[in-house]
């Protein structure tokens, strides 16, 4: 029990406090509703803060409740405003006393922030201008004030801290062109210091739900969010950040949940995401821990994205997918961005100077993903960096990009794989593509799968249509000098169907047929690399050579690599390389047959050295005309590398089988044939350069009547049999020609007229010059050589062996076609005149000194014959020696046949006049009927019902004849040169 005095002390003390509580409570909370109180407190800093209220109390000493708090202010940089609808706060008097106002354990309840940045000075193209519209207005101050300098420090500006803030309940924001209504719960300690206008928080927790948000004047976005976690902020000016920006500066733990518009938060808190840009809205779920702009572990963010957009360089992808971020739970050095669509559009930007088509769609389809991590270049160091460019200079960054399965519309898209320096394109048909695209520090790799059963190709003037299957695989390795290896790359190419260029119409692989097989090839890379260019001395090749990939295409990364590859190439015609080689005189190269490729490179292009080696296989090849099957192995060799390179074709052929393209069986067998094929460039006109050489060792004609098809249909000469071997060494160009070919037989046997000769041929050509694609040659200087032959006749025979006759040929010109063509001149040596005796041997009625020239022996004349137009016209032909002479003048046409003869023996002369199965012998005036006879223009009449008498003409009287003189008849004049006796290096004088 307390004593009489202790407790008269404590009511004295009770009612000293309650005196002193009722002079407090209503002297301070009158003082605190007087507009003098408020007045005081404004004039402080009038320029800088004001503040009212509706009504305000305090239950104890620095303990202020208000309701209707209503604040504004303005810094150099900024105005505010700070509306509440009920506030509590503890003020602390000695700092109030040092031009501080520290306040804590301040609580709010319905705040309405404002905050109006200050336009600056120079801001009148400032891109802020379109949006200061939708910039709140404050109260009390004027809209248009400038910001200004931050001033120097005067010791009296205030300074306001708050120690354990407290907001809830139902909050409104409108900060610049964001507005929105925010319920939740703030706990923090703020410090704003009214002269740098910096705001500072610390120890800041939120739970707050964002129910609207409306940017500008765009429809207000009522979608729910939440925001749960703590935040720090260190002092800065909030009108110096844009955005987001307070992600680089401010520590973070929250757990997240609100739709987003944009996706420009993630290049804030991932290293290294530059070049990667990301757009897109949905919603934002997940996890976020920051410390000053670096992700840290726990972080695991995810985007549902209903308009999801990714650009890599010239590459963008749309579509809808999912957005996730997460640091490495293990490695809080390491971080990932995985991006994945689900539908999505990819697009190829056209580049400098492809304006036509601004956008060519690469892909539709599913399941595109990208993956981007990123990790300290050396976690053993803490980062000094204070900005995320500065921060990205210290990462690596691995990226992979896979496209799986995606429908292709157009193939022509993808020509960015080919080197524009290639005569290569792709002009259509549609397909699938897989594709995997990786980056690391260490290495570059690209995986690509493109496959079409309707793909349109061109090369150089060709076209195909083809089933395509194309497996690139290609590396660079991060090396002193970037090597690019293409080990594993496949092409394929089956079913396909050539065709022109410009036309469109078929052209066929070295078949003659009306419809060519479908062409197969297979291209399989196996070793070698390729050097790219070297950056720089201190330069990474990595980033660069993804930025060229990304920006120009594979192929330029093809157009500049230097090295050596060896591949295999498996193709079921080798007609493609005729078509390589523009067809020089009609080339074509059947086979198939698997190549080894040894392929030096020059900037993209093929490179001196480069060869192509065919193994032995059964070849077909075919020049000109001709062709012969056999089998044999082939090489194809650049000489000189370059844009148009030098190459050359060597084939060699054994046991070959020669034909015309148009007869359906050979008629040559047993050919060995050496053909080089050199172009000097390559492209449309490589044909114009081309040189062919051939050899042909050896080749066995299995019967001589073959080459009737070469004479005209009634040509009084035929073919009927025996074996020849040939041999050749020819060297031809589109309009040159020359070399040797050497026919020789043993037993051929001809058919003149009802006259039979059977010997020893032996025909030598030599090529002077020529035009090979019209068959036409000039083979001045070749011979045709007889030696025993014996000639049969209808009713008479001489059988007699050792005739031997030789034919040196001059000015002379063929056409090597069905029928030949032929214009020729030529000296003749004969040993007698048996065979052109025997042609009159069955005559009726001859005299008998014409069995005197059976006896003479050494004759010499000359032969001018033309074959053409399907017949064969002798212009001039003569053999002759002091004793006698044969001189002949005919036509055989399918129209008619005739001939007219002139005999000599001595002084005495005949005329032997052939028409048809007639025949006719007359001595009377025989030299002028013979000069008077024009083959094809004397008219014959019946040569049965010319007078044949007894009258001779002597050798004086033919001479005294003209030559040409003109007869009774007026048969005309056939305007040919006279012949000549020429010298003749070629002549056989052992003859």
């Given amino acids: 029990m307390f004593s009489t005095r202790t407790t008269r002390w404590l009511r004295r003390s009770a009612l000293a406090f309650g005196i002193l509580a009722a002079l407090y409570w209503s002297g301070v909370n009158l003082a605190l509703n007087l507009p003098l109180t408020r007045d005081a407190l404004n004039r402080m800093q009038p320029e800088q803060f004001a503040v009212d209220w509706t009504r305000a109390w305090s239950w104890y000493p620095l303990r202020v409740a208000i309701s209707g708090l209503a604040a504004d202010g303005q810094t150099p940089s900024e105005q505010w405003q700070l509306d509440a609808g009920r506030a509590a706060v503890s003020l602390s008097l000695l700092p ?86 925010l319920p939740g719960e703030v706990r923090g300690s703020v410090r704003m210091d009214t002269a740098s206008s910096e705001l500072a928080l610390a120890d800041g927790a939120l739970d ?21 976690g703590t935040v720090a902020i260190p002092p800065v000016r909030l009108s110096t950040l844009e955005g987001l920006d307070f992600l680089r500066i401010a520590t973070v733990d929250a757990e997240i949940d609100l739709p987003v518009d944009n996706l420009d938060f993630l290049a804030l808190v991932v290293p290294g995401l530059e070049p990667l840009e990301l757009e897109g809205q949905g919603r934002l779920q997940g996890r976020i821990r920051l410390d000053q702009g670096e992700a840290l572990r726990g972080t695991d963010l995810l985007v549902e994205a209903n308009a999801l957009a990714m650009t890599l360089g010239r590459f963008h992808f749309a579509g809808d997918g999912l957005v996730e971020l997460q640091v490495d739970p293990q490695n809080e050095a390491a971080a990932d961005l995985n991006v994945t669509f689900d539908r999505v559009v990819g697009e190829l930007a056209a580049g400098g100077g492809e304006a036509a088509n601004p956008t060519a769609t690469l892909f539709s389809g599913y399941g595109l993903t990208a993956a981007l991590h990123v990790s300290e270049a050396d976690p053993s160091t803490t980062s000094t960096a204070t900005e995320i460019e500065a921060l990205a200079e210290e990462v690596e960054v691995g990226f992979r990009l896979e496209v799986p399965g995606m429908r292709v519309a157009d193939l022509s898209v993808y020509n960015r794989l080919l080197p524009a320096t290639w005569d290569l394109t792709l002009l259509g048909g549609s397909g699938l593509l897989h594709a995997l695209f990786e980056v690391t520090p260490e290495r570059l790799s690209l995986e690509l799968d493109l496959a079409s059963d309707e793909a349109d190709l061109r090369y150089a003037d060709y076209r195909a249509t083809t089933d395509m299957l194309l497996e690139l695989r290609a590396r660079v390795d991060a090396v002193d000098t970037p090597t690019l290896h293409l080990e594993g790359t496949r092409l394929r190419l089956s079913d396909a169907q050539l065709g022109d260029a410009q036309l469109g119409d078929t052209r066929l692989s070295g078949a003659e047929s009306a419809a060519a097989e479908p062409w197969e090839a297979e291209l399989a890379i196996s070793g070698g690399t390729l050097s790219l260019p070297t950056p720089g001395a201190d330069a990474d090749p990595i980033p660069r050579l993804a930025n060229q990939l990304a920006e120009e295409g594979f192929g330029s990364l093809l157009a500049s690599g230097d090295g050596e590859l060896a591949a295999a190439l498996k193709v079921s015609e080798l007609d493609w390389i005729a078509a390589l080689l523009n067809r020089p005189l009609g080339l074509t190269l059947d086979g198939a047959a698997e190549i080894d490729a040894a392929l030096r490179m020059e900037q993209g292009l093929l490179a001196t050295g480069s060869r192509l080696a065919i193994p032995p296989v059964p070849l077909s090849l075919a020049l000109l005309e001709h062709r012969i099957d056999g089998r044999g192995e082939a090489a194809l060799q650049v000489e000189r590398g370059g844009p148009n390179p030098n190459v050359r074709l060597r084939v060699e052929l054994d046991e070959g089988r020669m034909r015309r393209r148009d007869e359906a069986e050979p008629s040559i067998g047993g050919a060995r044939l050496d053909a080089v094929v050199a172009v000097g460039a390559l492209g449309a006109k490589a044909a114009e350069s081309a040189r062919v050489d051939l050899v042909l060792h050896g080749a066995e004609v299995k019967d001589m009547a073959v080459y009737n098809a070469y004479l005209p249909e009634d040509a009084p000469i035929s073919l009927l049999g025996g074996a020849a071997r040939l041999m050749a060494d020819l060297e031809l160009s589109e309009d040159s020609a020359e070399g040797n070919l050497l026919l020789t037989t043993e037993d051929i046997s001809i058919a003149l007229d009802e006259q039979q000769v059977i010997g020893a041929l032996q025909l030598d050509v030599l090529v002077r010059d020529g035009a090979p694609n019209a068959m036409r040659f000039d083979i001045t200087g070749s011979s045709l050589r007889f030696d025993e032959f014996r000639v049969i006749g209808a009713a008479a025979s001489d059988q007699r062996a050792q005739w031997h006759a030789r034919l040196q040929l001059e000015e002379t010109e063929i056409v090597w076609d069905k029928p030949v063509e032929l214009r020729m001149k030529a000296d003749v040596t004969v040993q007698d005149t048996r065979p052109f005796v025997a042609l009159i041997d069955n005559l009726r009625g001859k005299p008998s000194w014409i069995d005197e020239l059976l006896s003479v022996e050494d004759l010499a004349g000359h032969l001018q014959i033309q074959i053409a137009d399907d017949q064969v016209v002798i212009e001039d032909a003569l053999l002759s020696s002091p004793e006698i002479g044969v001189h002949a003048k005919g036509l055989a046409s399918a129209d008619t046949r005739e001939a007219m003869l002139l005999l000599r023996w001595h002084n005495l002369s005949g005329a032997v006049a ?31 019902a010319q007078r044949l008498d007894g009258a001779t ?8 004849a003209p030559r040409g003189a003109e007869t009774a008849l007026d048969l005309g004049s056939l305007d040919q040169p006279a012949p000549t006796e020429a010298d003749n290096p070629f002549l056989n004088e052992d003859l």
Avoid: C, M
């Fill in 953 to 960: 003409t002597t050798a004086s009287e033919a001479q005294r």
């Fill in 914 to 944: 052939l028409h048809e199965d007639e025949k006719a012998f007359r001595l009377v005036n025989a030299v002028d009927q013979f000069e008077a006879y024009r083959p094809g223009k004397t008219p014959f009449g019946s040569v049965a």
């Fill in 208 to 228: 707050l739900s964002l129910k609207s948000l409306r940017v500008g004047d765009r429809t207000p976005v009522r979608e729910a969010a939440a925001l749960k």
């Fill in 96 to 181: 109030l006393l040092r031009g501080e106002l520290r306040v804590h354990d301040l609580d709010l309840e319905h705040i309405d922030l404002r905050l109006r940045p200050r336009p600056r000075p120079d801001s009148a193209d400032d891109a802020s201008d379109a949006l200061r519209a939708f910039f709140p207005v404050i109260r009390n101050r004027d809209p248009d004030a400038v910001a200004e300098p931050a001033p120097e420090p005067t010791g009296t500006d205030l300074v306001l801290e708050i120690d354990d803030v407290h907001i809830r309940g139902e909050h409104a924001f409108w900060v610049s062109h964001l507005r929105g209504w």
